[in-house]
Each structure stands twice: as structure tokens, then as C-alpha cells.
């Protein structure tokens, strides 16, 4: 069993930054897990945005994400972060935190979810 909660997400203006946390707790501790964000805007499928390896060596984006997104993790505060610049209002999503065995820009491969927080970039 592991639990993953995230924290950060609000009401920015586009332009602002913003950044995610996502705790993991339980049974296996972050080292165990790749990690990953997706995000999920209302009527649309949830889409990928950034993961890191476990060794937080390798890390994906999606184009959206690419140059204004950071993901990074600090295993010995079982913490995974996403840093979000020059947000868009096309950014306003629920966030979601994720971890798998591998990386990945697809949702299935990944076991674990988190709740999601909200992420809301006003004009």
C-alpha cells in the first residue's frame, strides 16, 4: 500500500508559476518509484505532462510542458515536485501525481494515484 497526495494547486493569473508537491507514503517509499504528473482539464481524457526516473536521472515532458515545466523528486523527503512557469490558461487542470515501475508518457503503465489538486490560470 502507498499513499500519494498532492499539494500546491490554485488560482494564478497566466503568466504566474506554480509549484506541485506529491508526498509519498506507505509500504514502499519514492525510491521504489518512477514518478509522474499528468493532468486532466474538464471534458477532456487525462493527459500525460512530465515523469522522472527513479534515480531522477532521465525525465520526459510533453511538448506543452517542455521549457516551462520542471520535474524533479527528493527521495529522502519522499517528495516528488513539479515546477510550472509562464502557466497558460489551457494549464487549468486537475493535477495528478503518479508512480510506476518505469517512466512513461501513457497513463496505464502507472499503479498508484493520487487525488488530484486543482490548477486554475485566470486571464
Known amino acids: 500500500q502507498v499513499q500519494l497526495v498532492e499539494s500546491g494547486g490554485g488560482l494564478v493569473q497566466a503568466g504566474d508559476s506554480l509549484r506541485l508537491s506529491c508526498t509519498v507514503s506507505?509500504?514502499?517509499?519514492?525510491?521504489?518509484?518512477?514518478m509522474g504528473w499528468l493532468r486532466q482539464a474538464p471534458g477532456k481524457e487525462r493527459e500525460f505532462v512530465a515523469c522522472?526516473?527513479?534515480?531522477?536521472?532521465?525525465?520526459l515532458y510533453s511538448d506543452s510542458a517542455k521549457d516551462r515545466f520542471t520535474i524533479s523528486r527528493d527521495n529522502a523527503e519522499n517528495t516528488v515536485y513539479l515546477e510550472m512557469n509562464t502557466l497558460r490558461l489551457e494549464d487549468t487542470a486537475v493535477y495528478y501525481c503518479?508512480?510506476?515501475?518505469?517512466?512513461?508518457?501513457?497513463?496505464?503503465?502507472?499503479?498508484?494515484w493520487g487525488q488530484g489538486t486543482q490548477v486554475t490560470v485566470s486571464s
Open positions: 522522472i526516473s527513479r534515480s531522477g536521472l532521465r525525465t
Open positions: 506507505g509500504q514502499k517509499i519514492l525510491w521504489w518509484y518512477s
Open positions: 503518479a508512480a510506476g515501475t518505469d517512466i512513461s508518457s501513457l497513463p496505464e503503465p502507472y499503479e498508484e
